[in-house]
């Protein structure tokens, strides 16, 4: 926001959910006021949206 970025956001695995050499599916779901991401571990994480999207 103004030019500044925004204080880093970390989200801790227990399992790394990549594989070399395979496939992996990534989903992200766009709302309003963040972006939910889903990983082949199942937990889904969510980041607010920090800028106008569309």
Same mark, same amino acid.
């Not at 925004?6 to 695995?13: C, D, F, I, K």
């Not at 709302?31 to 920090?50: A, N, Y």
């Given at each position: $926001? ?14 790394? #959910? ?9 989903? /992200?779901?766009?709302?309003?006021? $963040? ?7 199942? $937990?889904?994480?969510? /980041? #607010?949206?920090? /800028? #106008?999207?569309?």
């Amino acid at each position: $926001k103004d030019g500044v970025y925004g204080e880093e956001q970390r989200e801790t695995v227990s399992v790394f #959910p990549f594989q070399d050499g395979s496939d992996t599916m990534v989903c /992200f779901q766009f709302e309003e006021d $963040k972006i939910i991401v889903q990983l082949p571990t199942g $937990k889904p994480f969510s /980041f #607010p949206v920090r /800028f #106008p999207i569309g």
